[in-house]
Structure formats: structure tokens, C-alpha cells
């Protein structure tokens, strides 16, 4: 024993007199507006982190859990998860490479064309995207010979954006960055971020920095997967560490107000689920005028009950019940012998799986086109990761398509299944079978 440690016993330490020794963890409070944090969205329990993919020789090692447990801020209807992760521990390596989808880079390819049309985006433009992962559309901007800068915080991933020759920061954006960028004379006229506003801990940090680094006259688009078709369709997999917001066009534009900018247009995309396109410009630039787009979803979000505190409290219910469907279905399937297999390891997968208790007692496997995920095994699960031949040689009666967004694309690539009879199961908005 120490000597530190024998003088601990001799004299332990004592609470002060009058000091409650068992205090109740403080009540969270909004990452936008401050007030405390009391409606329950949605309680998912405990969940490892969603991209914590498993090496063979971890899988008999302790795993750390999470709380998976969204509220609502009854002020400005934030729905929102606790930063109970460290951004560092859960980006710094990701295994999350944009590339592996066709759709998304058709996505992203589409979007550099739009917007270099829309506003007039040339050799003398700067493009800044924000979280721009492994380049994946920053480089449709640079084969138009368009200047570019992308920040992404994990190094794997930023790596293999800058040998593809897209110039990439491997940084956390926020205030600070944006004031070094500026004093080096980079201001975007187009900022982008796609699916990273939902991902950062200090909001008013990331969006204020947004509002210092756009050029005079700049537009900013973000993406990122609209509230309403999450609560309308059962999208509670979308729901993981990692996502610590879940915005609604309501709340979005409060926040961006708060920090100088406007929305002047959205569009609603059919990416992840349901996603927002949001336009934004500074809120003294008046040659962007709003469009009526944005009046139009703000009136549907109202209808359909978005700024009002009961309609978030309903969601919790809809949640169990997909749950009790879904596993009314597998043990069905399981008692008749079926043979049951997943597609893909996206996060969401990981919620869902964790949350509903699917295991390999339900999914013998699961494949993934990314090769990093070959002979790793899901978090928390255990469900093994295989590449994509072995559905033929396994000859599943079931596929479980877990990037159920992508399910049209999955489909199709699968569609060999259907010489042995194989079906696809759709887990969400509420189990489907696909022959
Ligand atoms: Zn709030």
C-alpha cells in the first residue's frame, strides 16, 4: 500500500458538514436557449456508440453504454440528447467514408451542379464545407475548377479526401477556426455543412462561427434529417449518440435568427429518411428575398403540431409499439426455421438492433460494402460484419435491410435473392416485407 493511501485511511475524507452526499445528476438544460430540459421525447436506454465497430479481439472486453435519451425543450422545441460522449471520442476516427454510397455521391454530384448554377459559383469562388468527411462532393466542385476548403475533424477519413486533391482541415469548427480563416482572407461564398448541424455539442459556438466566416453576400445550405418526417414515420433509429439535435424548421430558424442570419429558402429532400435543405444569408443582405417555401413548411410544421409540447410527448408510444412489431415478426419467422440475415451496419442499425434486443438469436450476420467493417462485429450486439458475397453462399429466406433510407438501391443490387425465394424486410416506419 502507498503511503498516500495509508494516510487516506488513517484520515479519510469527510463530506462537509451540511453537504448532500448523493446529489441528483443537475437537470440538462437546452444547448440552444438554456431553459431546463424537461419532456421526454423518446427514452431509447442504454446504447454502445454506433460507430464502435468491434475487432475480433475486443469482443470479449467490457463495452462502454450510453443513455439513448432525447428531450424537447418546451421554449423553442430543441429535441435533443445530453453531450454524454466527448465530440473528440466519438470523431476523431470514424468509420463513416461517404463514398461507399451511389446515391449519396449522386446526391452530392446533383447539389454541385444546382448551386453552381443558382449562384454563379466560378474560378474566383470559394467553397467551404463544413464536417466534408472524405471529400466525397468537394471534389465535384474542384473537377469544375472551383476553389475549395473542407474541415473535417477525423483524420482517417480527411486523409483520404486530401489524396483525392480536395484541400481538407483537420479541425472542429466554431467560433475560433472562423476568425482564423477569416484573418487569412478565406471567406466562402457558398458554406456548406450536410448532416453535421445534428452532430455538434455547442450549437450557438458552430452557428455563430458560420455567421463570422460567410463572405458578405455568401449563402450558407445545411442538410440534416427533418424532425417532422422523424416523428411522422417512426425514424427513431436516426436517434444515436452522435446526433445530439433533431431539428424542426421551426426551431431552426430561431436559432439561426439568434446568431444574424436568415432563411430565405428550403427544400425537402428524400435523403436519410427525409431531410432539409435550408438556404441562409446574412440578415442585412436584401437582394436574397425569403421564399414562400419557408412560410409554407413553417404553416405545416404549426398543423402538424410542432410547437406545441403534447404532440412531442405522444411520440414514445408509437416508438414501443414498431418495437413490439417488429419482434412480433421475427420470432415468427424464427419459429418456422427462416433464415434471417442483415444488410449493411449503418449507425442507425445500431440503435435499432440495441434497442429492440436483436442479436445474432435473430440475424445470423450482417454484410457491408466498406471493407473497414469486414470482420468486425457491431457494437453492443455482436452481430458479425461480413463483405456482400456471403448472402449468395448463406441463401437467406430473409434480408434485413438496415439503411432502410437506401432500400431502393439495396433492393436492387440484391435482387439475386429472389432465385431462391429471399424476401427483404423493412423494419421502419413499421416492419415490411418486399418480395
Ligand atoms: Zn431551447
Redesign the pocket.
Known amino acids: 500500500m502507498s503511503n498516500q493511501s495509508a494516510e487516506l485511511l488513517k484520515n479519510p475524507v469527510q463530506p462537509q458538514t451540511g453537504e448532500a452526499t448523493h446529489q441528483k445528476p443537475a437537470s440538462p438544460?437546452?444547448?440552444?436557449?438554456?431553459?431546463p430540459?424537461t419532456v421526454n421525447l423518446v427514452d431509447l436506454g442504454m446504447s454502445p456508440l454506433c460507430e464502435s465497430y468491434l475487432a475480433a479481439d475486443q469482443v470479449n472486453t467490457m463495452e462502454p453504454f450510453y443513455p439513448l435519451h432525447v428531450y424537447v425543450?418546451?421554449?423553442?422545441?430543441?429535441a435533443?440528447l445530453e453531450e454524454y460522449v466527448q465530440r473528440e471520442h466519438i470523431f476523431s476516427e470514424y468509420a463513416y467514408f461517404s463514398s461507399y454510397s451511389d446515391s449519396w455521391l449522386n446526391h452530392a454530384k446533383k447539389y454541385t451542379e444546382l448551386m453552381t448554377k443558382r449562384f454563379a459559383l466560378g474560378a474566383k469562388s470559394l467553397v467551404v464545407e463544413l464536417a466534408s468527411n472524405d471529400g466525397y462532393l468537394l471534389q465535384y466542385f474542384v473537377q469544375k475548377q472551383i476553389p475549395v476548403l473542407g474541415v473535417e475533424p477525423a483524420a482517417n477519413v480527411a486523409k483520404v479526401a486530401v489524396d483525392k486533391g480536395v484541400p481538407t482541415l483537420v479541425e472542429f469548427f466554431g467560433v475560433d477556426l472562423a476568425r482564423k480563416l477569416v484573418a487569412t482572407g478565406q471567406q466562402p461564398d457558398l458554406l456548406l455543412g450536410n448532416n453535421v448541424l445534428a452532430q455538434v455539442p455547442d450549437l450557438n459556438d458552430f452557428v455563430g462561427g458560420m455567421k463570422i466566416l460567410l463572405k458578405p453576400g455568401g449563402v450558407i445550405t445545411m442538410e440534416f434529417p427533418h424532425l417532422l418526417r422523424l416523428m411522422d414515420e417512426n425514424q427513431f433509429d436516426t436517434i444515436y449518440h452522435e446526433h445530439f439535435s433533431y431539428f424542426s424548421l421551426i426551431?431552426t430558424e430561431k436559432i439561426f435568427a439568434a446568431h444574424g442570419l436568415t432563411l430565405f429558402d428550403v427544400e425537402e429532400l428524400a435523403s436519410h429518411g427525409g431531410s432539409l435543405r435550408i438556404y441562409a444569408r446574412h440578415s442585412d443582405d436584401h437582394t436574397k428575398p425569403v421564399s414562400s417555401s419557408v412560410t409554407e413548411l413553417l404553416q405545416r410544421e404549426h398543423d402538424a403540431g410542432l410547437d406545441r409540447i403534447e404532440r412531442y410527448a405522444e411520440f414514445e408510444e408509437s416508438v414501443k409499439e414498431t418495437k413490439r412489431k417488429l419482434l412480433e415478426f421475427l420470432i415468427h419467422a424464427k419459429r418456422e426455421g427462416k433464415k434471417v440475415v442483415g444488410y449493411g451496419a449503418p449507425g442507425k442499425g445500431n440503435t435499432l438492433l440495441n434497442y429492440c434486443g436483436i442479436r445474432t438469436d435473430f440475424l445470423d450476420f450482417t454484410v457491408d460494402r466498406n471493407p473497414y467493417k469486414h470482420g468486425r462485429f457491431l457494437p453492443g450486439t455482436h452481430i458479425p460484419i461480413f463483405p456482400p458475397e456471403h448472402l449468395r453462399a448463406a441463401r437467406p429466406d430473409y434480408v434485413f435491410i438496415l439503411p432502410w433510407n437506401l432500400k431502393n438501391e439495396i433492393m436492387e443490387q440484391l435482387s439475386f435473392i429472389r432465385e431462391w425465394g429471399g424476401k427483404f424486410i423493412v423494419p421502419i416506419p413499421s416492419v415490411k416485407v418486399y418480395e
Do not use: D, I, P
Not at 29 to 35: I, Q
Not at 73 to 78: F, I, P, R, V
Open positions: 438544460s437546452c444547448r440552444f436557449c438554456n431553459a430540459l425543450c418546451g421554449k423553442c422545441y430543441l435533443q426551431t
